[in-house]
């Protein structure tokens, strides 16, 4: 891994429009390049003791309309290590419960902080912070999509098959269309993988975005078929089949199990295939516990990877990531 270069590569004082970090499709291949060479280096450091203060006396709020472990526990760690700190709030206990606006509140969190992150149920509440905060935001987690787990998974797709070697590998993404998957369709279109998706018919990803993916010239299918998606693929990933935003677990309960991640359904992936998994999983359900804790799972390495991108994604957003 190339060495830390500490230069801050745009001013942080001038006026400018924050650099966000909302969706994989709005941000140019480079750019995410750069993030997940800067993350590789940093995971890199971190393991030979060296924690450098990118971000010293910086500030990131995050804001949690629903319930996290790893992207609360990853940023607030992520800060710390850079030198910064995190504060949470959460929308029952600040005023935001008792009406104040999204917009309002960008205008006074940036009067304060030097980013904010948000997890929320609405992709609109993302947007509309974004377009109000005169500092760059985050994308946490919404209902279509889940950017920065997608900076984890990549990273840890990297570590298996060497840096840069995403594209000509085939991923199969089996069970529920959801934020994740959408955000994998959104993927393909910068790293160049193939994508392979099998979801019950009633529960397969956002047809604009696989449109907007094959426009731009990704390699992606979807249908319902397990066996067809997992041939010869290189990864297997999947998901929960009840999203913290699913209204219908029952149904969800009966449609999905067709769609469980076992030995039988690895056993149609390429030799040397990984298993991934964002975390939390349901064991037992779309996912066993021999697949979840066996040779090709890979799940604890993306939760860990959660932390070296996001510091990457801090230090982009924040013009402090080296520029050569
Ligand atoms: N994968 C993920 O985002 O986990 P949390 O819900 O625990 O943050
Ligand atoms: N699809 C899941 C991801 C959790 C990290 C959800 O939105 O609940």
């Not at 941000?27 to 993350?39: G, Q, Y």
């Not at 104040?100 to 993302?126: G, N, P």
Request: proline share 5%.
């Amino acid at each position: 891994m190339t060495a830390l270069d500490l230069t801050i590569d745009a001013p942080l004082t001038a006026a400018r429009t924050p650099r966000h970090f909302l969706d994989l499709d709005a941000l140019p291949t480079a750019e995410l390049r750069r993030i997940l060479d800067f993350a590789h280096a940093l995971k890199a450091r971190r393991a030979a003791g060296e924690r450098p203060p990118l971000l010293g006396g910086r500030t990131l709020a995050m804001i949690f309309e629903k319930p996290s472990t790893r992207t609360r526990v990853s940023f607030e760690v992520g800060m710390n290590e850079l030198g910064g700190s995190a504060l949470i709030l959460n929308p029952q206990d600040s005023q935001l419960g008792r009406g104040e606006t999204i917009a309002d509140t960008a205008r006074v969190l940036s009067r304060y902080v030097d980013a904010i992150m948000i997890r929320c149920h609405a992709h609109e509440t993302l947007t509309e912070l974004a377009a109000h905060a005169g500092v760059p935001v985050i994308n946490g987690l919404t209902r279509r999509s889940h950017p920065c787990q997608l900076m984890a998974d990549l990273m840890t797709l990297e570590e298996q098959w060497g840096p840069g070697n995403l594209a000509g590998r085939r991923i199969a993404w089996v069970g529920d269309g959801n934020n994740m998957c959408v955000t994998f369709v959104q993927a393909a279109v910068h790293f160049g993988f193939e994508l392979a998706i099998a979801c019950p018919a009633a529960y397969q990803p956002d047809p604009d975005a696989v449109a907007a993916a094959l426009a731009a010239g990704a390699r992606v299918t979807v249908g319902e078929d397990v066996g067809a998606a997992v041939a010869g693929a290189d990864c297997v990933v999947t998901d929960t089949w009840v999203s913290m935003d699913s209204k219908d677990a029952e149904a969800r309960q009966r449609d999905f199990p067709a769609y469980q991640v076992n030995d039988a359904v690895m056993a149609k992936a390429a030799p040397g295939a990984v298993f991934m998994h964002c975390l939390p999983a349901h064991r037992g359900e779309e996912v066993t516990d021999a697949v979840m804790d066996g040779p090709a799972s890979v799940v604890f390495d993306e939760a860990e990877n959660r932390l070296h991108a996001q510091k990457a994604v801090l230090a982009w957003c924040l013009g402090v990531m080296e520029t050569k």
